[in-house]
């Protein structure tokens, strides 16, 4: 039998170790004579654009390099699956494809709408009697799918961030002038990433003063003066923004600065919130101003990846074939944790329509009374997910990436 | 006797590694009591507020981490002094903290206008018969400073862009759809940052399709044909353009992007370049299109330092106190490439005269014809200056930075 295995949804830094976590896991099975990939998520499963990994990744360097390089090798999509009942062309077509390439099992690799393709699909198999095997791989670094401890690309992600921020709190401290500085960092609707700037505490930093995640509501009348009062104590005020924050256009008239477009999933492509918060200190409080938006680097910026996250990613991608393996369908592959100190996991499934098109969203209990700061017991949840470094293979001074 | 470093102007990962040079050297020079840091630039003299170095840098672990820490350890300020004709009050300010601290040697590591304070400073201590000696010590990740070969900072600068614009081409390269990816690049008036993404060529990497330097005049027009014909070839087109690029106002009304304060310098603070293209592209060609500022992460990302630049840097603040010793004052210290492979440099002086606010521009010969492009004859030069990763020392996962 073959198996075929798909990534989906933005990129993150371990989306291709999971990749490889499959793709070694079949090898090493005898009975998978083949592991096809998917071209761009499930629509190479649709469109009959498979490539039989083994032509592609051809040595231990190749999978090596493959661990190091971000985003998806095989590429991505947004889509959608139509329900079953109000259009089943797309479904036979995926069915004859897989029926053609003797494939038995598909390991989708996504986030909550990914999810929903595993729903449906293994539904859909159940449904008609096929023996089909669809499981599901979490990814994203908004770490915002539920069930789940975390999700893999998140560590690096926040590796990544709270490297940036740190350096950005040194820049931001060299002239002897007052300063605000607003790093807007990536979240639309959960604030994990931008609340996992609270780590930098371990390292004995006091920045970021300030902390907005789109769980609380947010008050431009409050933010300009929780500013304020940070700029009594820090000559350099450090705010870490998500994305996702909404400033009530009632309150404060700059909804212009924010992009009405929708993807097809709905979501809104939000930005500018950093670029808002500079224009609101410029225009309320007389000091001089800077946003920062992380922007793609949070999630490609593998050669500061954690390799825990990287670990994890390829173990839990061999552990998805592992449970199609054993009769399971329609599952999401999660972590489940055992200790913070010294850190352990297991890796467990969960019936993936516990997590389709759902969202975790960041504790209320790990952020503060006022709404502008996390708590330090949430410190001990994020710091396990960022230790450890991958040994960056390079040439001529660059990172070298995997490219098929 | 004293000396006292200082440091100047926009914060780089190099300009610690300059402090740690001259610091190590006065240790190990007998007749040097101690090395003071002056708080903020020349202004620290100004104000007398000088800290002893021995007392903040103690150990050999202290001397490394502080060479992994980017921006300025002793802050940094943008104060030009005036002429010594119209205002001779600041002068006599520094000859007096100078000679209360028994200081004769003042080593300033800045760039242009820094160069100009070593000028004047040297010129007013011959004028007034005072053996005091002044040299200065380049620093700027832009590049652009006159007759030395190049600048430190400089290399971890390219050496960050280069890694981070290899992983946005990953990013941008997952979905099926035509998009455009603009990387804005620091360089207010020189090219030499945005150019550099020129070694992505030795990696492999077809990108930046497109690269627009402040050295050649821009056209609108030019730019969407451009962009057209690369959109023909390659289904993610990324551009990486300098921020000092210059839109005329006359051929496309986006002016308003642009900030027009200004510094006590002249410079104006020049962003959203990359914004404006992306509308531009937005309006005029009907694709997904994304821009992406690198911001101050260019200048503090040392977590991917250049080793090459790091060492040059600290041994060219070590060279600069070996000339002050002999005699020499009024110098700027630079490199001087004797050979690209294998690499080789000698660290020579030059009158600051000829460095103080001027500046190189990214040569003609090394821009293509149609002035979007760079010539794969710039590969070697700039390909020695990103060799070679500092072991970074890590804590909780994160870079340790020195503080003092």
Redesign the interface.
């Known amino acids: 039998m073959n198996i075929a295995v798909a990534q989906s949804g933005g ?1 993150t830094c371990a989306i291709n170790a999971s990749l490889v976590g499959v793709f070694k896991q079949g090898f090493k099975t005898k009975k998978i004579d083949a592991v096809f990939g998917s071209i ?1 998520g499930i ?1 190479g499963i649709i469109n009959d654009e498979l490539i039989d990994l083994k032509t592609v990744i051809r040595t231990n360097e190749d999978m090596e390099l493959l661990r190091q ?4 090798m095989l ?4 889509y959608k699956l139509p329900d079953y009942e109000k259009d089943s062309v797309v479904y036979e077509k995926i069915l004859s494809c897989l029926t053609k390439h003797r494939i038995e099992i598909f390991i989708y690799i996504g986030g909550n709408d990914s999810m929903d393709t595993v729903v449906k699909l293994s539904d859909y198999f159940e449904r008609i009697g096929s023996d089909i095997k669809v499981i599901g791989v979490p990814k994203t670094i908004d770490n915002d799918l539920p069930v789940t401890d975390h999700t893999p690309g998140f560590g690096s992600a926040a ?1 990544y961030v ?3 921020v ?3 709190i ?7 002038i007052d300063s605000v500085t607003i790093v807007e960092i990536m979240g639309r609707h959960a604030g994990w990433l931008a609340a996992s700037t609270c ?2 505490k ?3 930093e006091e920045a970021p003063h300030l902390i907005y995640l789109p769980e609380r509501s947010f008050s431009v009348k409050n933010f300009i003066e929780d500013v304020r009062k940070e700029q009594a104590k820090h000559k350099a005020v450090i705010i870490a923004v998500s994305e996702g924050i909404k400033i009530d256009p009632e309150e404060y008239p700059l909804e212009s600065f924010r992009s009405g477009a929708e993807d097809v999933f709905g979501h809104k492509y939000l930005s500018g919130v950093g670029k808002c918060l500079e224009r609101i200190i410029a225009a309320e409080l007389n000091c001089k101003v ?1 946003s ?6 949070q ?6 990846c ?1 390799k825990t996250d990287i670990d994890e990613a390829e173990e839990i991608g061999a552990m998805a074939l592992g449970a199609a393996l054993s009769g399971n369908t329609g599952k999401m592959m999660c972590f489940k944790r055992v200790s913070d100190v010294p850190y352990a996991i297991n890796i467990e499934m969960v019936d993936a329509r516990e997590v389709a098109n759902k969202e975790k969203f960041f504790p209320d209990k790990w952020i503060n009374k006022a709404g502008n700061n996390v708590l330090p017991e949430a410190e001990k949840y994020f ?1 396990p997910l ?4 991958v040994k960056i293979k ?8 995997f ?1 098929r």
Chains 1, 2 share one sequence.
């Open positions: 990129p761009n629509e390089t971000p985003s998806t590429g991505s999509c947004r590796k709270a490297a940036s740190q350096e950005i040194r820049d931001s401290s060299v002239y002897s780590m930098l371990a390292n004995g800077r920062i938006e992380l922007n793609v680097m999630r490609c910026s593998s050669h500061i954690s710091l960022i230790q450890g470094e390079m040439k001529n001074g660059m990172p070298v990436h490219k």
